[in-house]
């Protein structure tokens, strides 16, 4: 998808549950997180801007209970490029979100998946990533799978665009990478990856900044108070 102007932004981990009972309330610094967001948001965006979600956006298990939720997104300002976080049960087949997204009227909602879009001098691409936690198992067939999707992701970027990379989990971590991840964004020449995923006490060991050439910026909700990031030509990070 090509030609769209406006400014950009990126938020991850939403995590809404309007449609549900899974507040993230309960959780230490997310209190009134929704209020928090949406004045954010509204304050900062503008309909002609885009907005990245990075993955983890609604708590829901199903794409039919996601309704409140996009309902919600939807009727924010800008247009959202939507990506899969690790706690995205409702994930369905880019079809299938896409029709439920037509017959429901999101007409702001896009799938940022397989694909790139265009915004200004950028061409933005990602995909979700794979964990590489501390005692969690790799998974290398889901990695390799990740991996392709990166791919195909930058492959399809507008020449001539510089690309931004929009990860769920982190590449690289204090002490640790994901080092399938870090080759390709090495290959593809990127320079700037975003990512979320990380909260409360583990936003401390987040890598932020320049690493072996690649500008990281941690993106998850509470790392940025609630308050979507705008993309500028000169970060100051």
């Known amino acids: 998808m090509t030609g769209r102007g406006g400014a950009l932004f990126v938020l991850g981990d939403t995590h809404l549950s309007l449609g549900g009972a899974k ?6 610094g997310w209190g009134g ?7 954010n948001w509204r304050k900062l965006v503008k309909p002609e801007d885009t907005v990245v979600l990075a993955g983890d956006i609604s708590w829901a298990m199903r794409l039919a ?8 997104l939807n009727g924010l300002p ?12 409702w994930w369905s087949t880019a079809n299938k979100m896409n029709a439920f997204f ?23 691409c990602g995909t979700r990533g794979w964990l590489f936690d501390a005692g969690e198992p790799h998974d290398e067939k889901v ?36 080092p399938e991840i870090v080759a390709v964004l090495k290959e593809y020449g990127i320079r700037r990856v975003f ?5 409360g006490k583990a936003i401390r060991f987040a890598v932020q900044g320049e690493v072996d050439g690649i500008r990281y910026k941690l993106v998850s909700a509470d790392g940025l108070h609630f308050c979507p990031y705008k993309i500028t030509e000169n970060p100051k990070m």
């Open 23 to 28: 507040p993230m309330d309960v959780f230490p």
């Open 33 to 39: 997180y929704l209020e928090k967001l949406e004045a």
């Open 65 to 72: 209970d996601t309704r409140k939720d996009f309902a919600f």
């Open 78 to 89: 800008g247009q959202k490029l939507i990506m899969k976080g690790n706690h995205d049960y």
């Open 102 to 124: 037509k017959a429901e009227g999101f007409d702001t909602l896009r799938l940022l998946h397989n694909n790139s879009y265009t915004v200004g001098n950028w061409a933005l």
């Open 143 to 178: 990695m390799n799978r990740e991996i392709g999707r990166l791919r195909l992701s930058l492959e399809a970027a507008e020449p001539g665009k510089e690309k931004l990379v929009f990860l769920h989990y982190p590449p690289v971590y204090t002490g640790a990478d994901a």
């Open 195 to 199: 990512y979320a995923h990380l909260h």
